[in-house]
């Protein structure tokens, strides 16, 4: 155990308490379907969603809420602490959470697909007849959601989103969100990677509205090689579609305990998480490993 306030834990994420004004967020290899978390781990799953924020920090032209990655940083580990947090670890700007979840879309897909498919909703509101599963969208689209404790979050209509955080708000937010996405999508496409959809979470520190939590990893965003791209069919994508794929095809009734996943399952998603930092990044993931002194 480290000795910092524990605040609390996701999925995903442990978060500490290192001062009034910054958080440590420790990024697991846990992993979760269907809203439950398996019994197995993929290895190296944190590091590469640490790996990958930091990236993409360092590159957009937000205010965001990092400040280091270095466990040096962290105040009273000792070696082994320091070893399993090498990687995984984020220390950040402590925020006041604006409790929306700020998705952009810029393909149909997914939940967007199949709520346009049956007729419309909130998320497709906006979008003309006649669309494909997988169709570029005429340009991307902002689809806010609440975000949840537990379970799925909440689709909201435009209007809804406004009542929710007021217009203001909502258009900053709406600005910002679809202009990180493009500036995104405009790196990972001459990497030959689509950024189909992706979701930001944004906080206030000191009356600024600041980019927070991980950005742009497999795990809040879907890539697709843009080589295998195609409206009208099924896209392989960066991210634990193994895991969803193999989970599908059990007899599993979705709640918890799921089934462990087979170590072939487990191999196949780790390679895919790998893959995605190392086409977005350009970057070995064994140097990263070895710089942030993860490597054994």
């Given at each position: 155990?480290?000795?910092?306030?524990?605040?609390?834990?996701?999925?995903?994420?442990?978060?500490?308490?290192?001062?009034?004004?910054?958080?440590?967020?420790?990024?697991?290899?846990?992993?979760?379907?269907?809203?439950?978390?398996?019994?197995?781990?993929?290895?190296?799953?944190?590091?590469?969603?640490?790996?990958?924020?930091?990236?993409?920090?360092?590159?957009?032209?937000?205010?965001?809420?990092?400040?280091?990655?270095?466990?040096?940083?962290?105040?009273?580990?000792?070696?082994?602490?320091?070893?399993?947090?090498?990687?995984?670890?984020?220390?950040?700007?402590?925020?006041?959470?604006?409790?929306?979840?700020?998705?952009?879309?810029?393909?149909?897909?997914?939940?967007?697909?199949?709520?346009?498919?049956?007729?419309?909703?909130?998320?497709?509101?906006?979008?003309?007849?006649?669309?494909?599963?997988?169709?570029?969208?005429?340009?991307?689209?902002?689809?806010?959601?609440?975000?949840?404790?537990?379970?799925?979050?909440?689709?909201?209509?435009?209007?809804?989103?406004?009542?929710?955080?007021?217009?203001?708000?909502?258009?900053?937010?709406?600005?910002?969100?679809?202009?990180i996405y493009a500036e995104a999508a405009d790196y990972a496409?001459?990497?030959?990677?689509?950024?189909?959809?992706?979701?930001?979470?944004?906080?206030?520190?000191?009356?600024?509205?600041?980019?927070?939590?991980?950005?742009?990893?497999?795990?809040?965003?879907?890539?697709?090689?843009?080589?295998?791209?195609?409206?009208?069919?099924?896209?392989?994508?960066?991210?634990?579609?193994?895991?969803?794929?193999?989970?599908?095809?059990?007899?599993?009734?979705?709640?918890?305990?799921?089934?462990?996943?087979?170590?072939?399952?487990?191999?196949?998603?780790?390679?895919?998480?790998?893959?995605?930092?190392?086409?977005?990044?350009?970057?070995?993931?064994?140097?990263?490993l070895r710089t942030s002194g993860a490597a054994e």
């Amino acid at each position: 155990m480290l000795a910092l306030e524990h605040l609390g834990s996701g999925k995903v994420r442990d978060i500490y308490e290192l001062d009034e004004a910054r958080l440590l967020i420790v990024a697991s290899d846990r992993i979760s379907a269907f809203d439950v978390v398996l019994p197995n781990p993929i290895p190296d799953k944190g590091r590469v969603l640490t790996g990958l924020s930091r990236h993409w920090f360092g590159l957009l032209d937000t205010p965001h809420h990092l400040l280091s990655t270095d466990v040096g940083d962290v105040p009273g580990l000792d070696d082994d602490q320091r070893r399993r947090l090498a990687g995984r670890s984020m220390i950040v700007r402590r925020a006041e959470v604006i409790p929306m979840e700020c998705v952009v879309r810029g393909y149909l897909y997914g939940s967007s697909w199949k709520e346009y498919a049956a007729g419309g909703g909130p998320t497709t509101e906006h979008l003309p007849g006649g669309l494909q599963m997988a169709d570029r969208l005429p340009e991307p689209i902002f689809t806010p959601a609440t975000k949840a404790e537990s379970g799925h979050d909440e689709n909201l209509t435009e209007a809804d989103a406004r009542a929710f955080v007021g217009d203001d708000r909502y258009e900053e937010l709406r600005r910002r969100s679809i202009a990180i996405y493009a500036e995104a999508a405009d790196y990972a496409g001459a990497r030959g990677i689509l950024l189909a959809d992706t979701k930001f979470e944004f906080g206030l520190v000191d009356g600024e509205i600041i980019l927070i939590d991980e950005v742009l990893t497999p795990d809040s965003s879907r890539y697709w090689p843009a080589d295998a791209w195609g409206p009208g069919a099924t896209m392989p994508s960066f991210d634990k579609q193994p895991v969803r794929d193999w989970l599908d095809a059990q007899d599993w009734d979705k709640t918890p305990p799921a089934p462990p996943l087979p170590d072939a399952v487990v191999a196949d998603t780790r390679r895919r998480y790998v893959e995605a930092y190392e086409r977005l990044t350009g970057s070995s993931f064994a140097d990263y490993l070895r710089t942030s002194g993860a490597a054994e």
